[in-house]
């Protein structure tokens, strides 16, 4: 990842150093499981833990030459542990620390993203709590369609990002396997009480059945996890985009004091924020594609999937969390204008009060195919002859036989359309 866009956690968890530490430690919990099935002596394990070290720098050097991370690593650790060495990597393949390393760090990038979440959540709560009673115009196909609670559109974002949460908390145990089976996963060289011992030390699921790696269904899984949870990044920034807009203006991202708009136009308060989080869903997207392509392989392992893995569940999870933290930073420091919401709300003149018109004229016996088109009609020539719509209304004679003026009032409240909130905010687990 760019540095423009990386996250230091991210960074440090996917690093050379942390990666060659994780495969050190399943190195020496490998000796221990073999040490308790007698396959190697007594205190192997031990000396080697004291002993063992490892020089990223030393490990590049030698790849230069061997072209396999993994050989290079087991070459340089065997140096400092003397005739120890004759018990690493005994009995397993590449994959074997590969495939566990990697989900081990998707286990710690997860960790964090549940934390960023959780505050998300929070905040998302909060602004549908301080909203719940502000009146907006609610949109369809961009058109005006009824009178709608602003805190709706946090609330609608608290359940999505509630989904997300919980469906990466479901998928996390088939996401992150460990497979210690051997060459192409059969256990030839030891039994699988090994496997099961290395993925409990590191809190991982041991894979049912492996060949030489880990089937890549729950990468893939992950992948379109992380892309469907960006998504819903996306709806709700393409959303505030929209709101943002000088024709409507009801609310806009956090513009930072010292912040510029444009180089051209000082003027200019740009959604960059949203924008930037509507590109990184689409990387996310390509991400889940890549990850589909990869569950493919040859026969019981090629690497043309090690290639790309080793971009994207990194950059996945950078983008994912730098996302997070804009998101909840959009949300927590949102501008609102409720009354420019005010405003918006009574630009068609009373149109959108159409369809409690229609009721009312279906309630008090007219048939509904009849009250439409009279509704209609209505709304159309308010509009072209610039009246409001209450005033057409009421001037209209088969209106006046089944409403009356003071009745159209009562109905023609905003109000009368979020009385029902409240039932929504229990649904979602709100209120």
């Not at 968890?13 to 396959?39: G, N, Q």
């Not at 120890?84 to 590449?94: K, L, M, N, P």
Request: with cysteine; aromatic share 8%; proline share 3%.
């Amino acid at each position: 990842m760019i540095d423009r866009y990386s996250v230091k956690e991210i960074s440090t968890i996917f690093s050379d150093e942390t990666k060659f530490s994780h495969f050190l430690e399943i190195e020496i919990l490998l000796i221990e499981a073999l040490e308790k099935i007698k396959v190697v002596p007594t205190g192997v394990a031990d000396r080697i833990r004291k002993k063992a070290k490892f020089s990223v720098n030393k490990i590049n050097e030698i790849e230069k030459k061997t072209h396999h991370d993994v050989v290079s690593f087991v070459l340089n650790v065997s140096e400092s542990i003397g005739k120890d060495a004759q018990y690493i990597h005994w009995g397993i393949t590449s994959s074997d620390l590969l495939d566990t390393t990697l989900s081990w760090q998707i286990k710690d990038s997860l960790a964090i993203l549940y934390d960023e979440l959780k505050k998300l959540l929070k905040a998302a709560r909060k602004q549908a709590l301080k909203y719940k009673d502000t009146v907006s115009i609610g949109r369809s196909h961009g058109v005006h369609a009824e009178p709608y609670s602003f805190g709706l559109k946090f609330a609608l974002l608290y359940d999505e990002i509630n989904r997300a949460y919980k469906h990466l908390k479901s998928i996390e145990p088939e996401v992150c396997r460990g497979k210690i089976s051997g060459a192409v996963g059969t256990f030839a060289h030891f039994p699988p009480s090994v496997e099961k011992y290395i993925c409990n030390k590191l809190k991982l699921t041991p894979a049912p059945i492996s060949t030489q790696i880990v089937s890549r269904d729950g990468y893939a899984y992950l992948l379109t996890a992380l892309s469907v949870l960006a998504s819903v990044y996306e709806r709700f920034a393409v959303e505030v985009r929209h709101l943002h807009r000088t024709e409507v203006k009801e609310a806009e991202e956090p513009f930072a004091k010292g912040q510029k708009g444009s180089s051209a136009m000082p003027h200019k308060k740009n959604p960059i924020i949203c924008e930037r989080i509507a590109g990184f869903s689409r990387l996310l997207r390509g991400y889940a594609v890549t990850a589909m392509e990869n569950i493919a392989l040859w026969h019981e392992r090629d690497i043309s999937h090690s290639s790309t893995e080793r971009v994207i569940i990194p950059d996945a999870f950078h983008i994912i969390v730098y996302a997070t933290r804009k998101m909840i930073n959009i949300v927590e420091n949102i501008v609102v204008y409720p009354e420019n919401m005010l405003r918006n709300l009574e630009l068609s003149g009373g149109i959108i009060y159409s369809q409690k018109l229609l009721l009312a004229l279906m309630m008090n016996g007219m048939k509904r195919p009849d009250a439409y088109d009279l509704v209609q009609k209505i709304a159309f020539d308010s509009v072209s002859e610039k009246k409001t719509f209450i005033d057409t209304a009421s001037n209209n004679e088969i209106v006046n036989k089944y409403i009356s003026r003071k009745e159209l009032e009562k109905i023609f409240k905003p109000e009368n359309y979020i009385k029902n909130v409240d039932k929504i905010y229990k649904k979602v687990g709100i209120l």
